[in-house]
């Protein structure tokens, strides 16, 4: 079992970045996938990036290509997801979670999730 919690949100200008921080507990972070999802208010809970167990894959919901890049410190039981251009599409709170399988973007896949940290990004 995995516990996660989620920091490093907050409030930024257009064009600026933020890096958000998932610390994991549990002896076995590292043989799970993790993934960044966002939800803004009206609206489903999307993908954003995920990562295989050993950090050598990843993938990114095209809207965040080439601006947003996700890694993880298994040493640490932390993943990361690094925001940069930021745009206020990107408005949204983000959830880190967990899955015993990598390469799902549903959020029915992942078993593990975390509070959620808010990201606004003003214009």
């Known amino acids: 079992q995995v516990q996660v919690v989620e920091s490093g949100g907050g409030l930024v200008q257009a064009g600026g970045s933020l890096r958000l921080s998932c610390a994991a507990s549990?002896?076995?972070?590292?043989?799970?996938?993790m993934a960044w999802f966002r939800q803004a208010p009206g609206k489903e809970r999307e993908f954003v990036a995920a990562i295989s167990p050993a950090g050598g894959s990843s993938d990114y919901v095209d809207s965040v290509k080439g601006r947003f890049y996700i890694s993880r410190d298994n040493a640490k039981n932390t993943v990361y997801l690094q925001m940069n251009s930021l745009k206020p599409e990107d408005t949204a709170v983000y959830y880190c979670a967990a899955a015993n399988v990598y390469g799902r973007k549903s959020p029915q896949a992942y078993d593990y999730w975390g509070q959620g940290t808010q990201v606004t990004v003003s214009s």
């Open positions: 549990g002896r076995t972070f590292s043989s799970y996938a």
